[in-house]
């Protein structure tokens, strides 16, 4: 596996992380979670070294599985984590990045993913309460101590990034960016070329559409993935952005590809301190996706499929419109 460096901060991981959101939340009824430690360890033997977790996929239990299932392997590997939730009763109902929870979360969050620091700590949504610069300072102290390496931030605006940075050096900042989500290029993915960043996109597979396994048809579950709420994921939304899947089809067939290795190679190609964490709970799916990161495009086939894809109007957007309001302040 090919390893890539996260903007100026020196840390360096495999060109492809391991997104494990979806062996515990947001995506149907929890698997096996024997299974899930055997594909995370899977993962490691096939040179992944970068998995991406958070207080609030389960609530809790999904740090727990990540904790667990790299103890063997625990300096060998970055797990990022995430804080910035609040909760009532075991479930997550808003938003809260004090600095007194902050450093909560630290200390609970290490002894669920049993390690002694945490390798990259992002705040998972901007709290409108908190002035970014407490929430850096904090992470700061937490890293001058010892509990904390590196900081990043999740969704958020070129303005916000600069002035975290200013007061904590951010490592990496994560957002949703694939072929279907392209916004960050207007201004966050410039703001990170400036000031030696890294960029970590979730989702590089459009949340599963790109592979080409949903169509109108695909029912969701309303009570465990929240697939069943984004207005992308409609029959009619899904039937009309069909046109899209068909061109990656067309384009990997001529290189004896998959569509999702298409889309994933795509987005590895648009700048070296990229690395995205594709999802899955199946061990062909990520050995599938792993294979993205050896392939070559030439320019010309890159400027041909962005041409293409230009010609292309998806429907139905990212978020309702209540958690579009969570994101890019």
């Known amino acids: 596996m090919q390893k890539r460096k996260l903007g100026n901060s020196g840390l360096e991981v495999s060109a492809i992380g391991l997104g494990c959101m979806g062996m515990s939340y947001h995506r149907g009824p929890a698997p096996d979670r024997h299974a899930m430690i055997k594909l995370i360890r899977k993962a490691v033997e096939h040179g992944v070294t970068f998995f991406d977790t958070a207080e609030v996929y389960g609530p809790f239990i999904n740090e727990e599985l990540v904790g667990e299932s790299l103890s063997p392997f625990r300096t060998e590997v970055v797990i990022a984590t995430k804080f910035g939730s609040k909760f009532e009763n075991g479930k997550p109902i808003g938003l809260d990045s004090r600095p007194e929870h902050i450093r909560e979360v630290a200390e609970e969050s290490l002894k669920r993913l049993k390690s002694e620091s945490i390798d990259l700590f992002y705040q998972h949504r901007f709290d409108p309460d908190v002035p970014i610069?407490?929430?850096?300072?904090?992470?700061?102290?937490?890293?001058?101590?010892?509990?904390?390496?590196?900081?990043?931030?999740?969704?958020?605006?070129?303005?916000?990034?600069?002035?975290?940075?200013?007061?904590?050096?951010?490592?990496?900042?994560?957002?949703?960016?694939?072929?279907?989500?392209?916004?960050?290029e207007e201004e966050v993915l410039p703001t990170l070329e400036k000031l030696g960043i890294g960029f970590v996109p979730y989702s590089p597979l459009g949340r599963g559409y790109l592979s080409g396994t949903l169509n109108e048809d695909t029912k969701f579950d309303s009570g465990n993935d929240n697939r069943a709420t984004?207005?992308?994921?409609?029959?009619?939304?899904?039937?009309?952005?069909?046109?899209?899947?068909?061109?990656?089809?067309?384009?990997?067939?001529?290189?004896?590809?998959?569509?999702?290795?298409?889309?994933?190679?795509?987005?590895l190609a648009q700048k070296p301190w990229i690395v995205p964490i594709p999802g899955t709970t199946k061990l062909e799916r990520l050995e599938e996706n792993?294979?993205?990161?050896?392939?070559?495009?030439?320019?010309?086939?890159?400027?041909?499929?962005?041409?293409?894809?230009?010609?292309?109007?998806?429907?139905?957007?990212?978020?309702?419109?209540?958690?579009e309001k969570l994101v890019g302040h």
Not at 238 to 247: I, P, S, Y
Not at 301 to 312: P, Q, T, Y
Request: charged content about 25%; aromatic content about 6%; glycine content about 4%.
């Open 230 to 267: 984004l207005p992308r994921f409609t029959a009619e939304a899904m039937k009309a952005n069909r046109v899209m899947v068909d061109l990656l089809n067309e384009i990997g067939q001529r290189k004896g590809v998959t569509s999702s290795q298409v889309a994933l190679a795509w987005v």
């Open 133 to 184: 610069e407490d929430v850096a300072g904090t992470v700061k102290d937490l890293i001058r101590q010892g509990k904390v390496k590196h900081f990043g931030l999740c969704e958020v605006s070129a303005q916000t990034i600069r002035r975290a940075h200013a007061v904590q050096p951010l490592t990496t900042v994560q957002s949703e960016y694939s072929l279907m989500w392209r916004q960050p």
């Open 290 to 323: 792993l294979r993205s990161a050896d392939l070559e495009f030439t320019p010309e086939e890159w400027c041909d499929l962005n041409h293409a894809l230009s010609k292309i109007n998806l429907q139905g957007d990212r978020y309702p419109a209540d958690l």
